[in-house]
């Protein structure tokens, strides 16, 4: 029976640095793991817990832990110094809060995490009006340090889940210094359109023969080909005006993956993050990289369903107060996107009545006018750390007649009553020529 097992591996469910820690706890030195006698007694620290200054004295050792890499000879020095000394509460990693120690600040190389919760305690402090520098820490205080610890913890932990689901070149960062709301539940980041039920997305038949798309484009490549202009200048900026269609070359054009003509489909090129507003918009996004005027930001993405599916889910979404359904009503009102809980970044971003984002649709494997893919063009340069807002309730004429009037109604989606028996809500961008409200 044992020769039968020989070669045979099981797939091991503990994470490496929970066998790390295994390993420390036990006291077992492990190669493979890259544990040595030399860093058997280091511990990571996961966040601290509380502070407070005091004086050591021979008595006072039996009532402060010794931490993990705290040794009597540097105890001794403290109980000789006559000045007070600063200590913290340590929650280590891996290790339950009943192994909590206290630990003077000499003995921590956390510069970060002394840092983060430094700057915590004394904007809480001041927020309380209290003490700036105390000898100890109110329970509450001491409390709320915690919670905001593990809150930092959680976003930490949904910013890396992000970017390991992302496929798009641009990062994702996540900040929330306004309160202690986590990551938003019920909800699923993905980077291309979900299809409902009965839904069928057809694809392209053919592509275009161009070697040069943009120096020399055969027939016009596809924008020509579906009697339309070419989308984009050398840089990959949109030179067509808002509301005139964008054709961009396909998986069965003769061009490669460099084609200028290939701007939305690469996804998003900047490092954005998902931030809480200190307004009341809840979450709100911006970007960390400076845009130019006219380039491509990012996709609206999410669920496609069809316009009755979107009116039944519309009334729910009216009496939660929010929604994230946008109309696919290029040539005609038949599907919708809904981005409630199967989104990408675009999930997070705000209204404005002066957005520095413009709605176009575009289409590249699938040529269904009825289901475009909807893209979000900078409207003007936008600065690193602004935030990146669209108009909710944009609409746009015809400007030729070619061209199809395009209606984003935003969040109108579904809503097929009259206009008076919607709730109106209200509008909180704070620009000057604000309409007040957002439908």
């Excluded at 009943?98 to 000499?106: F, I, L």
């Excluded at 190389?109 to 700036?132: A, N």
């Excluded at 289409?363 to 990146?388: K, Q, S, V, Y």
Aim: aromatic share 10%; hydrophobic share 30%; proline share 3%.
């Amino acid at each position: 029976m044992a020769e039968n097992l020989k070669g045979c591996r099981v797939v091991c469910k503990s994470s490496w640095s929970h066998l790390q820690t295994l390993c420390r706890l036990e006291r077992v030195v492990c190669r493979e793991l890259g544990i040595t006698r030399k860093n058997l007694k280091d511990f990571e620290v996961e966040y601290l817990c509380d502070y407070k200054k005091m004086k050591i004295s021979q008595k006072d050792v039996r009532q402060v832990n010794i931490g993990r890499t705290y040794t009597l000879d540097t105890m001794d020095k403290f109980v000789k110094s006559k000045k007070e000394q600063e200590f913290y509460l340590v929650k280590w990693k891996g290790y339950p809060e009943s192994e909590n120690t206290w630990e003077p600040r000499k003995n921590l190389k956390c510069l970060k995490i002394l840092k983060q919760f430094r700057e915590d305690m004394e904007g809480e402090l001041k927020r309380l009006k209290q003490r700036r520098s105390p000898k100890k820490l109110d329970n509450s205080v001491a409390s709320f340090l915690v919670q905001k610890a593990k809150h930092r913890l959680r976003l930490q932990r949904w910013e890396a889940d992000l970017n390991k689901t992302r496929e798009h070149k641009g990062r994702i960062f996540v900040h929330n210094e306004v309160d202690l709301d986590g990551p938003p539940k019920d909800f699923t980041y993905i980077n291309n359109y979900k299809v409902g039920e009965g839904i069928v997305l057809t694809e392209v038949a053919v592509g275009c023969e161009c070697v040069d798309c943009f120096g020399d484009p055969t027939n016009g490549c596809c924008a020509g080909a579906s009697l339309h202009k070419f989308a984009y200048n050398d840089r990959g900026q949109v030179r067509l005006k808002a509301g005139l269609p964008i054709y961009e070359c396909n998986t069965r054009c003769r061009c490669g993956p460099e084609c200028p003509n290939r701007v939305v489909q690469k996804g998003i090129q900047y490092d954005m993050c998902i931030f809480k507003t200190d307004n009341g918009r809840g979450w709100g996004v911006r970007t960390m990289e400076r845009i130019r005027k006219n380039s491509f930001v990012m996709e609206y993405v999410g669920e496609i369903i069809t316009s009755e599916e979107a009116e039944r889910r519309g009334h729910i979404y009216d009496r939660q107060g929010a929604t994230y359904l946008f109309d696919l009503d290029y040539v005609e009102d038949v599907y919708t996107v809904d981005a409630a809980h199967h989104g990408n970044i675009s999930h997070f971003v705000n209204h404005s009545c002066t957005p520095n984002l413009q709605v176009y649709n575009v289409f590249i494997n699938n040529l269904d006018e009825r289901l475009p893919r909807i893209a979000f063009f900078a409207t003007r340069t936008i600065r690193p750390g602004e935030e990146l807002t669209f108009d909710y309730n944009m609409q746009i004429d015809p400007v030729d007649a070619e061209s199809t009037r395009m209606d984003s109604n935003f969040g109108l989606a579904g809503m097929t009553g009259s206009p008076k028996k919607r709730v109106r809500v209200e509008c909180k961008c704070g620009v000057e020529s604000c309409r007040k409200y957002l439908f």
